[in-house]
């Protein structure tokens, strides 16, 4: 039985297909033109099933996906994870986790309003700096709150930067590096043990 890949929707699909593509590994229809969410591969009966993003640990950690290709935002985020192991970072979608806040208006004293969708990354942030922070959990956008007088800060990842910029925002503080991250189910590293070492060293050899 081969191995069943979790990847991200969006910008990592389409930077991940290629180095799985150069380890063998190829779906035999691009994810990227059609709304199904599972594919077979062309050789090797493994099957690469599409997610969203944050949902990618929990299909590898409950082993129904023995490998997942996320950012280590996601995995942050999801937190303690017994299931699963980091193995890689394939050194691709970097950017960083950052506070942000309206351009030239300083963070209020007292209690901080912080929004963000990455909840668990923003509360752990502000325990370690012993910042009193009244969190507001987003699913997206929270370039708005700050805009709108929802918070005083956001907590979201920077890439170009652009995006903060065109909402008037700039970034603050830099929390951590992010990147896309290889995790492997525990009990596939025993039970594929093969599998899952000949894709890690052939991912080693193309990142
Ligand atoms: C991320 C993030 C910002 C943007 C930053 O969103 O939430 O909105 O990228 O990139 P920039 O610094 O280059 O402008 P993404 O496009 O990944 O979509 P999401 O809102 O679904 O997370």
Redesign the pocket.
């Known amino acids: 039985m081969g191995l069943v890949i979790a990847l991200n929707k ?2 990592i699909l389409k930077e991940c297909l290629p180095l799985l593509a150069a380890c063998g590994i190829e779906p035999d229809e691009d994810p990227g033109d059609s709304r199904k969410l599972i594919f077979n591969t062309r050789t090797g009966g493994h099957r690469i099933i599409v997610t969203r993003s944050a949902d990618v640990p929990t299909y590898v950690e409950n082993g129904v996906a023995d490998i997942g290709v996320t950012g280590k935002d996601t995995i942050l985020e999801y937190g303690e994870a017994m299931g699963f192991y980091e193995l890689l970072d394939l050194g691709i979608g970097k ?1 960083r986790m950052m506070t942000a806040g309206p351009v030239g208006v300083a963070e209020p004293p007292g209690v901080l309003r912080v929004a963000s969708k990455f909840v668990n990354i923003t509360r752990d942030y502000y325990q370690r700096q012993s910042r009193q922070v009244a969190l507001i959990k987003l699913s ?4 708005i709150a700050p805009l709108l007088g929802l918070a005083d800060s956001i907590v ?9 910029k065109a909402n008037g925002l700039e970034a603050r503080e830099n929390i951590c590096e992010i990147s896309t991250r290889l995790i492997v189910n525990r009990a596939s590293m025993k039970t594929k043990f093969d599998q899952v070492q000949s894709l890690v060293s052939g991912l080693k050899e193309v990142v």
Do not use: P, S
């Open positions: 969006g910008r950017c997206g956008a929270m370039e979201d990842i920077v890439d170009t930067g652009n995006t903060l």
